[in-house]
């Protein structure tokens, strides 16, 4: 197995962030490494421009972090988009008039649908999408700010991704500033997105063109201005390079390390991350990394080898955010085309992991999270010779601990009926019986009750949970046999006592503070 990370390693704050940044470049279907280019583009910008190093290093983190927020309410938007926001919407994000509002229209039908289709989908689904629109980018914002906190980010960064989708004509969608209000960082965030996603689209020319009609109005035309006047300089991309090396050698001095427990903290923030894509999904990858953690030392493990055990479980699923939202919310059978999406999760947790030193040595763990002993699994359709013990825990981990949850196609298990279904897949030759019993003698020690952060009472607790289940407040109030008005006022003080204002990020605090329990009872989340 690769070398193990050890708790007195210190770790680049730069690696991890860099890693997230890859994650969502999947998340959103662009091109692995986009977000990575749009960085180096961003610090080109910023060393014309001779900003000061507090100012360079806070734009650096915010250009990687720009887009941690896109799996928040996904699978709401799944719902109300047919077609890919990414593709109709970024190229005219920064554009004139209702260009923006048109691109986001574009979005709303099925593609693949006859014309009279896709119009009755765009009358019916407008009214929703108006509705969300604000309150769900002011979410994608916060949670941004919320993951560039846990990940390891300066402190003044997660306060910048507010002004994410600010316009320099004060035009953007939350109207929170203008001009000179928005932070210079962001500012120079704003054009490299555009540039990097223009010069996706037809080239740096191209790119150097649009920019420039943008500048005064989506840009600060001083920065637009010189992008315009380096563009072959600032635009430059060598295609047969990885951008990673460039991209952590761009870091302005002194670099930043994690250590010990922020190591941890940020590990579990980017499986957070994996598990906004769906409410079902809640908990998920803290649960398994801490389940496998447990059941590893039950095993006798070395301290390091747990480390690294559990680290895996943290970051198994980041390949999920490839997947369609829909999918993972789909109470039916998955077509092959859905099912070969959902096999092929795995391989792109381990290409998000490959490019970090420290996270590679993970992946050998992490990716073998779905394989089976008798090569059922996926996506490599390993054997046991193949498969080394540390994968055969987290894949028996992961195993329970999914059982426990529910999905859109069936209730949680039991915790009873999870250990009869695990031990048949031991018995059968699936699942290691050393690894089996390890898990489920772990899963039977696990505390039941954990303490109450920010002075949330019981119920409030209760009520965080549902909502982080996906449900709304007149089913929160049915489920807990209250008022609507009563459940609403439970919310709002949840809401208060942790210093969140909006679902995503309330759900992303629960998933944090073990108030997600999994083998809890279901209730249905709407659909």
Not at 378 to 405: C, I, K, N, S, V
């Amino acid at each position: 197995m690769a070398a193990e990370p050890q708790r007195n390693e210190r770790v680049r704050t730069a690696e991890l962030i860099a890693a997230l940044c890859l994650a969502t470049d999947l998340g959103m279907a662009l091109p692995f490494e986009h977000g990575l280019h749009t960085t180096l583009i961003a610090m080109r910008l910023a060393g014309k421009l001779g900003i000061d190093r507090p100012s360079a290093c806070e734009t650096y983190y915010a250009c990687q972090l720009s887009h941690a927020g896109c799996t928040t309410e996904a699978h709401v938007a799944a719902e109300i988009f047919g077609g890919s926001m990414t593709s109709n919407l970024n190229p005219v994000m920064y554009g004139p008039g209702l260009d923006p509002l048109k691109g986001v229209i574009r979005a709303l039908p099925d593609p693949e649908r006859p014309a009279f289709v896709r119009w009755a989908q765009t009358a019916r689904r407008f009214p929703r999408m108006v509705r969300v629109q604000g309150p769900a980018i002011a979410a994608t914002c916060e949670v941004a700010g919320m993951l560039a906190d846990r990940v390891g980010a300066p402190a003044s960064v997660p306060g910048l991704l507010a002004y994410l989708t600010e316009r320099w004509d004060g035009k953007g969608p939350l109207r929170r500033a203008e001009r000179e209000q928005i932070p210079l960082p962001m500012r120079i965030v704003h054009v490299a997105n555009d540039a990097a996603y223009q010069r996706l689209l037809g080239g740096w020319e191209h790119a150097a063109r649009v920019v420039g009609e943008r500048g005064g109005h989506a840009f600060d035309p001083a920065i637009a201005t010189c992008l315009v006047e380096e563009a072959t300089e600032v635009l430059a991309r060598d295609e047969g390079a990885s951008a990673w090396q460039e991209v952590l050698a761009s870091e302005p001095l002194p670099q930043l390390v994690l250590e010990a427990e922020a190591v941890d903290r940020a590990l579990a923030a980017m499986g957070s991350f994996a598990d906004l894509v769906s409410p079902y999904l809640s908990g998920h990858s803290v649960g398994v990394g801490n389940l496998t953690g447990s059941a590893a030392e039950a095993c006798g493990i070395d301290p390091h080898g747990v480390t690294a055990i559990r680290a895996a479980g943290l970051v198994h699923d980041l390949g999920r955010v490839t997947v369609h939202p829909r999918i993972w919310q789909k109470p039916g059978p998955l077509t092959a085309d859905e099912w070969e999406q959902v096999r092929l999760h795995p391989y792109h947790t381990e290409r998000v992991l490959s490019r970090s030193p420290f996270l590679s040595a993970l992946s050998p763990i992490a990716r073998a999270h779905h394989e089976r002993l008798d090569g059922s699994g996926y996506h490599r359709a390993a054997t046991a010779p193949e498969l080394a013990f540390p994968g055969r825990l987290l894949a028996a981990a992961d195993a329970y601990h999914a059982m426990t949850e529910p999905r859109p196609h069936r209730d949680p298990l039991s915790p009873e009926r999870a250990t009869q279904v695990l031990a048949q897949q031991a018995s059968s030759g699936r699942l290691d019986r050393d690894a089996v019993t390890a898990v489920l003698e772990a899963a039977g020690q696990r505390a039941p009750r954990l303490a109450r952060p920010a002075g949330l009472t019981d119920r409030e607790a209760e009520v965080l949970a549902l909502l982080a289940r996906g449900l709304q407040t007149k089913q929160i109030a049915r489920a807990l046999g209250i008022s609507a008005k009563t459940a609403d006022r439970h919310i709002q003080n949840a809401y208060r006592k942790i210093g969140v204002s909006s679902r995503a990020a309330a759900t992303l605090y629960a998933i944090e503070h073990g108030l997600v329990a999994w083998g809890e009872p279901r209730n249905e989340p709407p659909r």
